[in-house]
């Protein structure tokens, strides 16, 4: 089953700042963030372990509610580059599949 | 090379006709895995595999096959292509010593399109 991102997509300036929103209905081991330009394969971003350890990236952060199964992924200060569609993947501790969202379009703008 | 690399990366076929898509990765990662792109349904999972002989379905597996009799191997075959399966399709691996706390390395993808 395919985790929910929220928005479908987001327009920004330079300098503005958006949250993602990604949910899940069962309980989750990890989340993951990537993010995709246009013709190309996905890049890592970060990954959230239940229990509250991050690894990835040093300028994007992101949340990851627990008792939710629930998580958020915070663009700072936007900048050009942030310009892509983000997915978050997860990925449950009874199973070994990594199920991806939809995606959420992220347009920043001068 | 080191990585994950899909062959072909163009391909048009006609439909009914049986394809296969090729996935192999050079670092003996376990966990291997294959998603189909559209526009609006982001990446949609169709099988997955833990290790070699060890394969499993994803969300949309009807009309697709797979095998994994090597690691380092992950093929996948449409058996009779439909229209419906024009798309982008993606390999991933993931090493799997600890589980899902690491990334996703992905492929750079496959255009599939089906006349």
């Known amino acids: 089953q395919q985790p929910v991102q929220s928005p479908q997509a987001v327009i920004l300036r330079e300098g503005e700042d958006a949250v993602i929103n990604c949910s899940s209905s069962k309980a989750l081991y990890s989340v993951h963030w990537y993010r995709q330009k246009h013709g190309e394969a996905p890049v890592f971003l970060m990954i959230?372990?239940?229990?509250?350890e991050q690894k990835g990236h040093e300028k994007i952060s992101a949340s990851f509610n627990e008792k939710k199964q629930q998580s958020s992924l915070y663009l700072t200060a936007s900048q050009l580059s942030y310009s892509g569609t983000y997915f978050c993947g997860t990925a449950r501790s009874n199973d070994y599949k990594l199920s991806f969202g939809a995606g959420t379009t992220v347009t920043v703008r001068a | 090379d080191a990585g994950i690399t899909q062959s072909p990366r163009y391909k048009i076929t006609e439909t009914g006709r049986q394809v296969t898509l090729m996935c192999h990765q050079t670092w003996s990662h376990s966990y291997m895995f294959w998603y189909r792109q559209d526009l609006g349904h982001g990446l949609r999972l169709i099988y997955y595999?833990?290790?070699?002989?060890?394969?499993d379905k994803g969300e949309v597996p009807d009309g697709y096959v797979v095998s994994r009799s090597k690691t380092e191997n992950f093929p996948l075959t449409l058996e009779s292509a439909t229209r419906s399966q024009t798309s982008v399709y993606f390999c991933a691996s993931i090493p799997g010593r600890t589980g899902f706390d690491t990334e996703a390395f992905f492929g750079q993808g496959t255009r599939l399109t089906v006349v």
């Open positions: 959230l372990l239940k229990g509250g």
């Open positions: 595999s833990a290790a070699a002989d060890i394969t």
